[in-house]
């Protein structure tokens, strides 16, 4: 009688060339989930960024009788975003004999360089009159 030996070996690498694809690809699948969730909360970041860019020049607009600059670069208080609010004056309008003016108030907030996977820019526009 022929004894076989060594079958219980061959099928033990298989399973564990298995497995560790297996864990492998569960590796790179959170790699990719934590980079994707921080991607997601620096956009967060930059919008609020942007959005206190279109708050701030609305005060400027509403509270300096209309003085609003032309282009300002901020820095707010979330870590490494820069902030540029730039504002024209789209015309003005006469109602109940008091000129009002109408601007675009346009805020871009940026972290990061163009071209790097941390690049994140993010753009709003508002209408405001004083």
């Known amino acids: 009688m022929m ?15 298995i497995v560790s694809l297996l864990g492998q690809y569960l590796i790179n699948i959170a790699a990719v989930s934590r980079q994707n969730t921080l991607i997601a909360l620096q956009s967060a970041r930059a919008y609020q960024a942007a959005n206190a860019g279109i708050e701030w020049g609305s005060f400027q607009i509403i509270n300096n009788g209309g003085n609003c600059p032309a282009s300002t670069t901020l820095n707010p208080a979330i870590n490494n ?16 004999t008091i000129t009002r003016s109408i601007y675009r108030i346009t805020a871009r907030s940026e972290y ?19």
């Open 81 to 96: 975003f820069t902030t540029v609010v730039s504002c024209n004056l789209l015309g003005s309008y006469e109602e109940n």
């Open 3 to 17: 004894r076989q030996q060594g079958i219980t070996l061959i099928g033990a690498i298989f399973v564990l060339i």
């Open 112 to 130: 990061g360089v163009y071209g790097q996977l941390d690049y994140v820019s993010r753009q709003l526009q508002a209408i405001v009159h004083d």
